[in-house]
């Protein structure tokens, strides 16, 4: 339970630190994001950017909660509901009206649906390598 919750916040960590990793040099290369990021006026493939670097950052960082509590069969479903009641709020609150509808949906769902798919192939994965061994 305890390195359960140990890995929540190692992946909620590593979520913040892999996103401003990925996002400083876009903003730095990329005059027009930089530009638009304090309004978040956004053009198609700047939104299509920051998706790609949250999920990015999503799977490194389900790799890294279930490295930290490998013995829990939680901790990836535990991530992506902090990661959601987190962010779903000030998605709802404060950015709604900035962004178009599948955008949210995307990110939203992502931050439930990556880490699950991350523990399932992860776990599938290691399940195969064990029967290997024995085979």
């Known amino acids: 339970m305890v390195r359960t919750v140990f890995g929540v916040i190692a992946g909620i960590v590593a979520w913040l630190v892999i996103v401003t990793i990925i996002d400083r040099p876009m903003r730095y290369f990329w005059p027009d994001y930089a530009a638009n990021f304090s309004a978040m006026t956004f ?4 939104m299509l950017a920051r998706l790609t ?4 950052a999503l799977v490194l960082a389900a790799i890294i909660a279930m490295c930290v509590a490998p013995a829990s069969r939680y ?3 535990a991530f992506g509901i902090v990661m959601f009641l987190i962010f779903a709020p000030y998605h709802v609150l404060v950015v709604w009206s900035k962004f178009p509808i ?4 995307y990110f939203l769902a992502s931050l439930l649906a990556v ?5 399932t192939v992860l776990r599938e994965n290691t399940a195969a390598q064990t029967r290997a061994a024995f085979d």
């Not at 670097?53 to 990015?56: D, V």
């Not at 880490?115 to 523990?119: C, G, K, M, S």
Request: cysteine-free.
């Open 102 to 105: 599948w955008y949210h949906a």
């Open 43 to 46: 053009t198609l493939p700047m």
């Open 53 to 56: 670097e949250s999920t990015i």
């Open 115 to 119: 880490p699950l798919i991350v523990a």
């Open 75 to 77: 901790v990836a479903w």
